[in-house]
Each structure stands twice: as C-alpha cells, then as structure tokens.
C-alpha cells in the first residue's frame, strides 16, 4: 500500500510551483492506515484476549500484530483481490488438470495464516485460552484479507470430523496440522502440509442437504478406511485447490459424510471436475467453484446414515469462523473511518471533533467491540465445552445465535463507514468497497441467517438446558443495568411459550442476541462502552440510524478506546 505524504507545508508548494510542476497542492487527504499495531493498536482486543483466559499469548500476538498491520503485508490484501483466481480445466496439450491459478499475494496470505497455526493450533497446542488466542490471531489475519481466511476455516474446522475415523485421521491429521503450506497440485503423499474443503451444497438444495442427490458406491476397503465412489455434482466449492473434501453422499444406509482425495492413493487424479468458478460479488480472491464427481473415490467418514451429524461438527467450527470473521470486518471498517475522521477537517474542525460524526463514530466503534466481545466469550465456550456441561450447553446456543447476529450487522456497519470516508470510500482504491462486498458472505454461508434461528430453536427444544445455561450467563450481569434488565424480564416471559416460534424466529433471536452482547458488554467493557451500548440498544426507540445515540452519552471516550494506534 503506498504512503501517500500530504504536504500539509505550502512552502513545498510553492517551490514546486516555481518550476510549474504542480497544479495544486494535496492537502487536507490523510495519509494511509499502514503501518499500525493491530494487536497494541486495539484496546478491546487486548483487553478481551487477557479476559477470556489467553492474556499469555500477548507478546505474540502484537509481534503478529505489528507483521499484519504493516504496509507490506496489507498490500497483499489488496493485490489478492485485485487479481481473481483463474481455472484451467485443461493444459495446453488438452489434458484435464482442474487447476486454479491464484496471485502470488493468496499464496504469501496462506503461507502466513498456516505458519501461524490459524488452521491447527488448538488441537496441536491445546491449553487454555488456545480457542482464544487463536480467534485473536484469525481477527487480525481476517482484518487482512477474509476471501483466504474460507480455507483456513475448512481445514480447521475438519480435526473434529475426521478424527471419528481413526484410521483416516492416522494417516491425514498429521499433514493436516503441520505449519506448512504447500500449494501445488500434487498428491497428498508428496506433500508436508495439507489443506482441506467442504463440499455439500447442490443445486436442489444448500440449507437442507437432505435434498443432497450425489450418490455413493461401496467399494470395499483399504489402509484408510471403507471406500466408495462418488457420482454426483456440488454446486459450491470453495477453495477448489484443497488436498481432500469433506463431503456428503447418498450411501446405501442414507446421507453420509465422505473425506475425498484430490488425488488418489495410487497417485492419479480423482476424477472431481471443476466445471467453472463462480463470479462471485465479494471474497473475491478465494475461488469457489462447480464440480462435477464422476466416480471420485472416497473414505467414509462416520457411519452410514449419520452424514449431517458427523459433518456438523464441521459446520459448528466453521459458523464460529464467520463471528470472527465479521467482527474483523467492522473492526477494519472502524478503524478505518475512525482514521480518517481524525484526519479530515470539514467547515474549520476534524471531523472527529464535531457532534454528529463523533455521534456516527462511536455507533461504529460500539458495534465492533461488542461484536468482538461476544466472538471471544463464544471461543471460551468452545473451548471449555467438553469438559464443563453448563459451557457446552451455552456454547450449543450462543454460537448460532452469535452466528447470525454478527454477521447480520456487518453489511449495514460497512456501508456507515464507508461514507464517513465521503466520496473516496465509495473508490474502488479504497478498502471500503473490498469491506462492503465482503460484508454479506458471512451471513449467507454455513446457515443462512433464518437456518440459524431455527437452529437456536433446535437446540432449545431438544436440550432446554441451553436456555438455562443462555440465561444464567446473561443473569451474571443482572442489576448491572436497568434496561439490560427490563430488557431480559421480557424475553424470559415471551420465551416460555415457544409455539410460535418459527414466525417469532427473527425478532426472539435478534433479541436473545443484543441481552448476550449488552451482558458481555456490561461485565467486561469500560463503563462509557456498556452504558451506551445498553442505552442505544436496549431503549426501543423504533428504527434509527448509525449515530442516533441517546443523550448524555461519553461519545469521546468511546471514540478515544477505539482509535486505531
Ligand atoms: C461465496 C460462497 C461460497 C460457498 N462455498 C461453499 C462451499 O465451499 N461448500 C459448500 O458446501 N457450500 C458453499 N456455499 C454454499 C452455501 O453454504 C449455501 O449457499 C447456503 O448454505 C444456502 O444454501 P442455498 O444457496 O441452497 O439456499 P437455500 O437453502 O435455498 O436458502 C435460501 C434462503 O432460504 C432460507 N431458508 C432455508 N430453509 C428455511 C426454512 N426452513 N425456513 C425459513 N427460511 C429458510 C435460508 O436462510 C436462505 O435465506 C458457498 C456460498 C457462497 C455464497
């Protein structure tokens, strides 16, 4: 990203000027936000890390913090969109090689994200605050660049899957969790580290994946497992140049989950197609594709029958990756506005100064604290739910919930914060319209935002202990706040008679949410943050606006904590 110096000094212009060089000079622009600390920079990051139990992984994340944020590396973010990925079906000699060609920039994102353990560190580190620290790692990284984060996620997300299948976790986990990125289009045996997708989604179906029609031929068995061929098609793969997918299949006993190579054991290539890549509105430099599967071998992941339960475990850690995700996004967002504004000056003042912007500011700001709050208490949760029943039960609900918040909230925070950058964040030079095309994704894959709420339903309806737990957590916060309060009185009572709930789906889940993140608020940020956050958001006072906060507000204490430094 190049520094652009404004030469705010109109000496230099006139000695420019006297060889009638220049036209003008630049003044009033900001210079670029490079070159900051995205750890130290970041005061409701550090301040979160320390409180969900990972306060011992600080020093490394603010040397992460200062290699992200520096302009070299923030360049890579926009050169990997600027230059989408292309796809080969054929070499020139008419052979069928499925190959996508990504800019070096994806590859040097990958390289970073993997040797930082994004993709593994929980598992092959485990202690506590793992799930934080490494939520906090993927929360700058994301601020980086989100399309690279979608393989990352998936071969994250996949330990737990395949780690039912001892015999395919034997001999993939291993390459699966090695810090080493090798991108090339060769067998699994051939390489150090491997990467790994998903694909579930067909054309008659994505949400409901019973609809799945791809079919699954028993061949036998080898050293990894019961083997099948898979003949079919998926409507969306992403990331097309991972090593193996985790898959779903109609087998004999019913839909069922599948690990397939991309290339076989026997070192020729598994017969998954990619017919073309998708021309996608945002998340631009990861390559989603089509494929089709004429006879693809694959191992059997979990018993027949069982394929949504065992990929779901999958899924869960992917819709977590998503919270994480979006809340980077209004994190940069904000940063990114709150940078400029205190910049620019407009009628005589910076514009963080005047009432109305700081008013807009500190909306932005609220949002994306409460956001991360949220993200981190959620990864605790996860990370203590196999030992502790109350986290588990709590994690089971609070993870769609804040799946389908946060990712809600993002598109409308992008486009705020694009105009308080005026006309040049509507510029495509800008970071703003990465940030705002990027905005909407999240919410769309892994479980649209009505699949979402039906979840929460699910999981109440199946084990009412997640109500309790979701209740007892927000309770920790009771007479902290009286319209936190008032707020959770009337949610419990509308919460007792679930009859309606599917047309009740979005208000109860928009209200279940805002009582988790005002209560995370309320007991973990400085009191000007939770006061207003309970006050703009908890106060019905019908539609508003970014920036319509209530009086009486600390605005510029809110403004100040979250100025990126
Ligand atoms: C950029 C991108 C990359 C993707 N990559 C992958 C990938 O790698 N692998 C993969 O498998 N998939 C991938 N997907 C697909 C994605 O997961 C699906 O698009 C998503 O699950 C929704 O499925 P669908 O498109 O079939 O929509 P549908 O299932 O038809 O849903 C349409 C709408 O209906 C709503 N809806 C569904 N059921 C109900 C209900 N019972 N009540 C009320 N509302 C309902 C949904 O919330 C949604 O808003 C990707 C999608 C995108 C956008």
């Given at each position: 990203m190049s520094q652009r110096v404004a030469p705010h000094d109109q000496t230099?212009?006139?000695?420019?000027d006297r060889y009638g060089a220049a036209t003008h000079a630049v003044f009033n622009q900001p210079r670029e936000l490079a070159d900051y600390n995205l750890f130290s920079g970041d005061a409701a990051l550090q301040d979160g890390v320390a409180r969900e139990g990972a306060g011992w992984a600080s020093n490394e994340l603010a040397t992460l913090g200062a290699r992200l944020g520096s302009a070299e590396t923030l360049e890579l973010g926009t050169?990997?969109?600027?230059?989408?990925?292309?796809?080969?079906?054929?070499?020139?000699?008419?052979?069928?090689?499925?190959?996508?060609?990504?800019?070096?920039?994806?590859?040097?994102?990958?390289?970073?994200?993997?040797?930082?353990?994004?993709?593994?560190?929980?598992?092959?580190?485990?202690?506590?605050?793992?799930?934080?620290?490494?939520?906090?790692?993927?929360?700058?990284?994301?601020?980086?660049?989100?399309?690279?984060?979608?393989?990352?996620?998936?071969?994250?997300?996949?330990?737990?899957?395949?780690?039912?299948?001892?015999?395919?976790?034997?001999?993939?986990?291993?390459?699966?969790?090695?810090?080493?990125?090798?991108?090339?289009?060769i067998p699994a045996a051939d390489k150090q580290g491997l990467t790994i997708g998903m694909a579930m989604t067909e054309k008659q179906g994505g949400s409901d994946v019973r609809a799945n029609a791809t079919r699954a031929i028993a061949l036998g068995r080898d050293a990894m497992g019961e083997t099948y061929e898979l003949v079919g098609h998926k409507f969306f793969v992403s990331a097309p140049m991972c090593d193996a997918f985790l898959t779903l299949a109609q087998a004999p006993g019913g839909l069922t989950c599948f690990l397939a190579p991309r290339w076989r054991p026997d070192g020729t290539k598994n017969p998954i197609q990619i017919v073309r890549l998708k021309r996608k509105m945002g998340n631009v430099s990861n390559a989603s594709s089509e494929t089709e599967w004429r006879g693809a071998l694959a191992w059997r992941v979990g018993p027949e029958g069982r394929g949504v339960a065992t990929i779901l475990e999958m899924v869960a850690a992917t819709r977590f990756d998503c919270m994480i995700g979006s809340s980077a996004g209004m994190r940069m967002a904000a940063a990114q506005a709150l940078d400029h504004c205190r910049q620019r000056r407009a009628f005589g003042a910076l514009l963080i100064e005047q009432p109305a912007m700081r008013a807009v500011l500190a909306d932005?700001?609220?949002?994306?604290?409460?956001?991360?709050?949220?993200?981190?208490?959620?990864?605790?949760?996860?990370?203590?739910?196999?030992?502790?029943?109350?986290?588990?039960?709590?994690?089971?609900?609070a993870a769609p919930l804040g799946k389908y918040w946060i990712c809600k909230r993002t598109p409308a925070h992008a486009y705020e914060a694009m105009e308080c950058l005026g006309g040049s964040g509507a510029m495509e030079d800008s970071p703003m319209p990465r940030l705002y095309r990027e905005a909407p994704i999240n919410a769309i894959w892994e479980g649209s935002g009505n699949v979402q709420c039906l979840d929460v339903l699910r999981a109440i309806s199946r084990a009412p202990q997640t109500l309790d737990a979701y209740f007892a957590e927000i309770d920790s916060a009771r007479g902290a706040d009286r319209a936190l309060d008032a707020h959770v009185a009337a949610l419990k009572e509308d919460m007792r008679d679930l009859g309606d709930f599917e047309s009740q789906a979005r208000d109860l889940c928009d209200r279940l949410a805002l009582a988790l993140q005002a209560s995370v608020m309320v007991r973990s940020a400085p009191t000007a943050s939770a006061d207003a956050f309970c006050a703009a958001r908890l106060e019905g006072r019908g539609a508003r606006n970014w920036g319509a906060l209530p009086k009486g507000l600390d605005l510029a204490a809110i403004v100040k904590r979250a100025l990126p430094r």
């Open positions: 230099e212009h006139d000695a420019v050169l990997a969109n600027r230059n989408a990925p292309e796809l080969d079906t054929h070499d020139r000699y008419g052979n069928r090689v499925d190959l996508v060609r990504y800019h070096p920039s994806y590859h040097q994102l990958m390289r970073l994200a993997v040797e930082q353990g994004l993709h593994a560190s929980p598992w092959t580190e485990p202690r506590p605050g793992a799930h934080v620290a490494r939520a906090a790692r993927y929360y700058m990284q994301a601020q980086v660049e989100a399309g690279h984060g979608c393989p990352i996620t998936m071969t994250f997300a996949a330990t737990p899957s395949l780690a039912k299948e001892p015999d395919l976790a034997r001999h993939w986990l291993p390459k699966i969790h090695a810090r080493v990125y090798d991108p090339r289009n932005l700001a609220l949002e994306a604290e409460a956001a991360l709050a949220l993200t981190l208490r959620v990864a605790r949760a996860l990370e203590n739910r196999a030992a502790e029943p109350r986290e588990d039960a709590f994690a089971r609900i």
